[in-house]
């Protein structure tokens, strides 16, 4: 397949991905801790998904990575044009939940930093990153591959604990492949839980926001964060259409069973969390945006209808120190920048918490609700 006709195929799959976000946009609901339909769930989706994954990310390992981020920018660049009514803001998503408490100490809204570490590059530059977000006083998780091309120390794990951040899981392997059959994937997520459980992990995010919330239950987490309200980016791209976390219970579950259950697991349901900025790498590495303007122009929206500003930033693709950033890297000034106008704009109306932290909360309503 030449390289024209791969850019008018995955074009063609991202225009069918948003125009579906069209139509479903004023027939969605965002009730929190309410299942939302999985786009994905169904049969035929199912199918074509998981054959059109299994034969992008078998040829993925023998496409060079700069092909591979050139095709991805310039198809960023023509979807850019025909998407602006939704995408960074999609209307409609901002609506307050039913019986929607509010955030604790009755903050405006919530902001939550999560990280993926996807390489060698990204491990090393952690305590960079950490050390950035402490001195601006920010708290934040860092999401590890557990069988992927590294392997993360105790010691680094320790640290950041120690410091007030979040560990958690980012896929198994980080290959496209998690959700390639039921069988597997059951296989896949009894060692995920094994990682948890020796990591101290309490959420998961699955590589490439591939995702199936029905067999995410497999897995004994308090939360996932797969998931967006708008991005039609993604190679899974139908959204969510909410600035807010919701409850995914688990299909066999009952709520007299909920009751009897701990609030972390998963045999009854979990949070879901999804991210609700752009993420770092569309920004700055496919869309080339030379400031954080529309991280902050979306923040001002989601602070003003009280919704989660839940961001994912790569240390992967950070440049510190003033470097000369690669094609695959942007100034680590730009992310500094937004943390700044956040802390200044919004001193101490926001709540910046972890991911387990808020999935914890959203639990304990949920409970609430249903006893």
Avoid at 13 to 27: C, I, P, V
Avoid at 76 to 95: C, F, H, N
Avoid at 111 to 119: A, M, Q, R
Avoid at 339 to 365: E, I, M
């Amino acid at each position: 397949m030449s390289t024209s006709m791969l850019i008018e195929a995955l074009a063609e799959h991202r225009r069918r991905g948003f125009e579906e976000s069209r139509q479903e946009k004023h027939t969605s609901f965002n009730v929190p801790f309410h299942a939302h339909t999985d786009p994905s769930s169904s049969h035929s989706g199912r199918y074509s998904l998981m054959l059109r994954n299994r034969i992008y990310y078998g040829l993925k390992p023998f496409v060079p990575q700069f092909i591979r981020t050139a095709i991805r920018r310039k198809l960023a660049m023509r979807l850019r044009t025909q998407i602006g009514d939704v995408w960074p803001i999609m209307q409609g998503s901002e609506r307050a939940p039913e019986n929607w408490p509010g955030w604790p100490g009755n903050k405006k809204f919530a902001f939550v930093l999560t990280h993926d570490v996807e390489s060698k590059v990204g491990l090393a530059r952690c305590r960079s990153l950490m050390k950035l977000e402490l001195d601006l006083g920010f708290c934040s998780s860092f999401n590890f591959i557990p069988e992927g091309s590294y392997r993360v120390p105790a010691e680094l794990r320790q640290e950041l604990t120690a410091n007030g951040f979040e560990v958690g899981i980012h896929d198994l392997k980080h290959d496209g492949h998690l959700f390639s059959s039921r069988r597997k994937f059951t296989r896949r997520a009894a060692r995920i839980n094994a990682y948890a459980r020796e990591w101290g992990a309490s959420g998961v995010r699955s590589g490439f926001m591939l995702r199936n919330l029905d067999w995410l239950h497999d897995l004994d987490l308090q939360y996932d964060a797969s998931t967006f309200d708008t991005d039609p980016f993604e190679p899974q791209p139908q959204g969510r259409h909410t600035i807010f976390p919701f409850w995914v219970p688990n299909p066999n579950g009952d709520s007299i069973g909920y009751q009897q259950r701990a609030i972390n697991s998963s045999s009854s349901g979990y949070v879901e969390l999804p991210y609700t900025l752009p993420q770092d790498f569309t920004l700055f590495v496919l869309l080339q945006e030379k400031t954080p303007e529309i991280w902050i122009r979306k923040l001002d929206w989601i602070a003003q209808h009280g919704g989660m500003a839940l961001v994912d930033v790569h240390p992967d693709y950070l440049c510190f120190d003033n470097a000369t950033a690669t094609s695959r890297e942007y100034p680590a000034s730009h992310y500094k920048s937004f943390l700044d106008y956040v802390s200044q704009r919004y001193s101490g109306v926001f709540w910046n918490t972890t991911p387990r932290q808020v999935a914890q909360f959203c639990a304990r309503v949920t409970q609430a609700t249903r006893s």
